[in-house]
């Protein structure tokens, strides 16, 4: 067959001039080093990757360059990347990116993240792979730069979108796919407007809810890949939740999504243990942790607060420790009425706090700690707590670093090297973010414990992860007889959460929609209950219909199988 | 590249602008860059559109390269330059720029017993191409020609060849050059006439199969759509909005095959490095 060949000829003229005009003309020494320069990048072949001998301080994972070189050699550049989460996509994305840029294919790209993601993306970009990728903010930059990271909400609304839909991407990067699904949405029609050449979905959950989710998701990659939505339907859904002709489907989504997960690799991750550290109230903490459990059913009756929600901070403050409910009750007491019985409760509440000396949770974390003598983090969600156990440990000669989340970036940095070099012991309130790394740390211990799983989920996901070399440990204080036991219960036995490897989690979580449910049932269960047992009764209800759900879900093996 | 080709390949660059090494040791260098460096290197476009406006003596900056770093003097600071370093590939597009268009002559002694009669040189057209076969993926070559102005005759791997003969970019004493028969424009023409039959000679497995890739997905989209559009001829709404729909559609169907044609499409596309106007002595085999 014959080719079609174009030749560039701009030098034509140019040449011409310089006959004219008896120069200007280059140096010998610089025409070969020019030549030079052209020998060694030039790419003498279609397939091998190139864009590591331009990293030469990056170091991916096999399964990241494996996917790298798939998706360009195999699937021509249109892709999903479904790895479980913390596999890496955004590396596999920057490998394939900066391997089309080295190649000379890709200059415009546009890069489309929820609007949270956006900072985080652009320093990984830039600082991993040498991509100088932009945060769009000011309407000239669509043009300006070639490489721009946006999200959705921005880039869909005039006059932003205007520019984007003007223009023709060499790639083009959708993170968080899936919610993408519903093809009657605005940000779906906006997507399907752009024209790109290459594109890349990530998602971690591919199929949330049913199959035709996947399905809208192809149809942006390859309209008519699967057949017409009917045919898809008849052969691949046998329920909204359930495939049939498994082998086939997968057969098909070979070609088009790479999904690695962790079972199959074995080599990811260390193991992890799991233990509750069972922790005994004094007599007047007791008292305390009584005082305001009636407190709060009280007053949730009484509904002088409108909104039962600074009931329930105050119900897990007491919980994590006094001085986390303090600051709380003194604002209810400012609120209440200055002679309603509500406000002489919060007084001798107050009082009581006053007369505690003793912290019994605080006694088994100091305990555990120098049990261990190794580098630990531990979480609480009150800035309170965070604060008297950063004073406690240091009177008893524990080093220790505060962690929180407001704190910006290079704070965040100098924090994390400071616990690396200096203390033993982080003290958190936020899960950190990404792009922290505190895999150095083994140890975590949850001194209180969030109602939400994803929160739980995403402080262990900070220390077991890839690059962990050491087994995790992760401790839970347990006060027994208290909600947070039942909720202990809840999570370890019945969903069984922390036997969970990263990522399955956040998949059961988002396909069962549990994480609203959880919380917003613990909260009427506690607001709701009479008495202690029935508080127990209905948590342990939750677990059984939940643990019910999943065994129900046979998608859950529907997308192991993919 | 290596470190030490890269050392070898910066230092060559760097004295071809004539720039003063301040220091030069086997762990790093300091070295003055010239103005028109500076203006490639220092990344400062407003400072230099700045000294030109106002017409102020300008201050140029000097860079410290590193190759080792475990040994360098306490305190100082200065670059390393990976292989892929941004650093390292301005230096790259600086030489390319600069190496662009030469005209030299080849500098031999007269044979002996006519040390003082005249010699003529061969005007030839030296061009380093770089071939890009691409489809959705891409692969290069490089080719250098060079042809006889006189002779119209093209020569493959020019540049190998004039690299081993001495050049000098003034007309040597006791040599003339000949008057060209051949302009630049049918020079031109004949050099690219012999890259389309060499270039045809090369396998194109690539481009077949990245043509029956095309096909078929193009025909993937136009079976989508045309469904699409059935679906939509049996759905009842008013005229108006079926036409409008009707026409999304097909803007949409357009815009995805123009995707595939741009991601697919065979071709190969040749374009110069850099040219040269070579005046030889020594005959060349053709």
């Known amino acids: 067959m014959k080719v ?186 906006f997507i399907k407007e752009i024209k790109k050449k290459y594109c890349l979905l990530l998602t971690a959950t591919p199929i949330q809810n049913d199959l035709d989710e996947l399905y809208n998701l192809i149809t942006l990659l390859k309209p008519g890949y699967l057949g017409q939505s009917a045919d898809f339907q008849k052969n691949y859904v046998e329920s909204k939740r359930q495939a049939r002709n498994h082998e086939v489907l997968q057969e098909e989504l070979k ?153 910006k970036r290079n704070k965040k940095d100098w924090m994390t090297e400071l616990f690396e070099n200096r203390a033993q012991v982080l003290i958190a309130t936020e899960a950190g973010g990404e792009g922290i790394n505190l895999q150095f740390c083994n140890r975590i211990i949850n001194f209180d414990m969030p109602w939400n799983p994803m929160r739980v989920e995403q402080r262990i996901g900070r220390v077991h992860r890839l690059g962990q070399k050491r087994d995790v440990y992760i401790y839970n204080l347990s006060t027994s007889g208290t909600i947070e036991e039942h909720i202990l219960n809840l999570l370890y036995e019945k969903i069984n959460m922390f036997e969970m490897v990263i990522g399955e989690l956040d998949t059961i979580v988002e396909r069962l929609r549990l994480n609203k449910s959880i919380e917003s049932n613990l909260i009427d269960i506690v607001l709701e209950s009479e008495t202690e047992r029935e508080v127990q009764i209905k948590i342990n209800n939750i677990g059984e219909v939940i643990r019910m759900q999943m065994n129900e879900n046979n998608l859950a093996e529907g997308m192991e199988q993919l | 590249m290596n470190q030490q080709e890269i050392r070898n390949y910066i230092e060559t660059y760097f004295r071809a602008f004539d720039s003063p090494f301040i220091t030069e040791t086997p762990s790093y260098f300091t070295v003055q860059l010239p103005v028109e460096v500076d203006k490639d290197l220092g990344n400062r476009p407003f400072y230099w559109s700045y000294v030109e406006k106002i017409g102020i003596e300008p201050n140029p900056l000097q860079l410290t390269f590193v190759f080792e770093p475990d040994s360098l ?153 045309g469904e699409e559009a059935n679906r939509q001829e049996s759905t009842e709404e008013q005229e108006s909005e079926r036409l409008e729909k009707q026409r999304k559609l097909l803007v949409e169907k357009n815009t995805r095959l123009q995707e595939l044609a741009w991601q697919f499409e065979p071709r190969i596309q040749v374009s110069a490095l850099n040219i040269g106007l070579f005046y030889l002595r020594t005959p060349l085999p053709s």
């Open chain 1, 255 to 407: 070609d088009i999504m790479v999904r690695n997960t962790r079972s199959e690799g074995g080599l990811f991750f260390t193991k992890r243990f799991v233990e509750t550290v069972p922790v005994e109230l004094s007599e007047m903490e007791w008292e305390l942790y009584h005082g305001v459990t009636n407190f709060v059913k009280e007053q949730y009756q009484n509904t002088f607060f409108k909104n039962p929600l600074a009931l329930i901070t105050l119900q897990r403050e007491v919980c994590s420790s006094r001085f986390a409910a303090f600051d709380t009750l003194v604002n209810m007491h400012n609120r209440l009425p200055e002679d309603s019985p509500a406000r002489m409760k919060v007084v001798e509440l107050a009082e009581l706090i006053r007369a505690i000396k003793k912290n019994a949770k605080a006694e088994k974390t100091l305990e555990l700690i120098q049990s261990f003598n190794d580098k630990a983090i531990i979480f609480t969600e009150y800035r309170k707590t965070q604060e008297y156990l950063h004073h406690y440990l240091a009177e008893n000669g524990i080093s220790s670093v505060m962690f929180r989340g407001g704190f």
């Open chain 2, 73 to 225: 003097p306490e305190g100082l600071r200065g670059e390393e330059l990976p292989y892929g370093s941004r650093r390292l590939h301005q230096i790259f597009d600086s030489a390319k720029k600069h190496g662009k268009f030469v005209r030299l002559y080849e500098d031999t002694e007269n044979p002996v017993g006519r040390p003082r009669s005249s010699f003529p040189l061969v005007p030839w057209l030296g061009v380093n191409y770089k071939a890009e076969f691409i489809c959705d993926q891409k692969k290069d070559m490089l080719l250098s020609l060079g042809i006889n102005l006189i002779s119209g005759s093209v020569v493959a791997d020019f540049y190998q060849t004039v690299q081993s003969l001495a050049l000098t970019p003034k007309l040597p004493d006791y040599t003339f050059t000949m008057q060209p028969i051949f302009g630049i424009d049918s020079a031109v023409e004949r050099i690219e006439a012999y890259i389309s039959r060499e270039l045809e000679q090369h396998d194109t497995k690539w481009a077949e199969y990245a043509l029956k890739r095309l096909e078929e997905e193009k025909a993937l989209v136009e079976s989508y759509y």
């Open chain 1, 4 to 189: 079609p060949i174009h030749f560039d000829r701009e030098w034509v003229p140019e040449l011409k001039k310089r006959m004219k005009e008896d120069g200007p003309w280059n140096k010998w020494e610089l025409f070969q080093l020019a030549y030079q320069a052209e020998e060694t990048s030039i790419v003498s072949d279609f397939g091998e990757l190139q864009c590591l001998k331009h990293l030469p301080a990056l170091d991916p994972f096999p399964h990241q360059l494996e996917t790298a070189k798939r998706v360009i050699s195999e699937m021509h550049g249109r892709a999903i990347l479904a790895d479980e989460v913390g596999l890496g996509k955004t590396i596999e994305a920057g490998l394939i990116i900066k391997e089309y840029m080295v190649r000379g294919l890709a200059k415009k790209i546009l890069i489309l993240v929820p609007a949270s993601l956006v900072v985080q993306w652009s320093r990984e970009l830039n600082q991993k792979f040498g991509i100088p990728a932009v945060a769009q903010k000011k309407e000239y930059m669509w043009r300006q730069y070639d490489v721009v990271i946006a999200s959705i909400d921005t880039a869909k609304r005039e006059p932003h979108r205007g520019h984007v839909l003007d223009q023709d991407y060499d790639i083009l990067i959708i993170d968080e796919a899936h919610k993408l699904k519903n093809k009657n949405t605005v940000n779906y029609q």
